[in-house]
């Protein structure tokens, strides 16, 4: 079975920073693309960041570029969301998931609480 699992969440202060990590399991990255989405209380799931195995070749939403990037370690089967600068406006669920051979693959979210 594909399992992803997301955690690093928290409770922040505006400006600051945190580090999810997306653990994969049951799926080589070969082939693949993970991405980072976020859904915010009475909002829907945005997509907000990209990462494709085989080049590295990244995607940022407007919304987090500048602040958000994007790492994957292949050895270890996870990706990284290093988030900087953050704000209110980026307290949501964030999630993990994974495309490859047409297949979509989510796991559980962590919670990200930006306070002001």
């Known amino acids: 079975d594909v399992q992803l699992q997301a955690s690093g969440g928290g409770l922040v202060q505006a400006g600051g920073s945190l580090r999810l990590s997306c653990a994969v399991s049951g799926l080589t990255f070969g082939n693949s693309a993970i991405a980072w989405f976020r859904q915010a209380p009475g909002k829907e799931r945005e997509g907000i960041a990209c990462?494709?195995?085989?080049?590295?070749?990244?995607v940022y939403s407007d919304s987090v570029k500048g602040r958000f990037t994007i790492a994957s370690d292949n050895a270890k089967n996870t990706v990284y969301l290093q988030m900087n600068s953050l704000k209110p406006e980026d307290t949501a669920v964030y999630y993990c998931?994974?495309?490859?051979?047409?297949?979509?693959?989510w796991g559980m979210g962590t919670l990200v609480t930006v306070s002001s």
């Open positions: 998931n994974a495309i490859r051979s047409g297949n979509d693959y």
């Open positions: 990462i494709v195995s085989d080049n590295d070749d990244t």
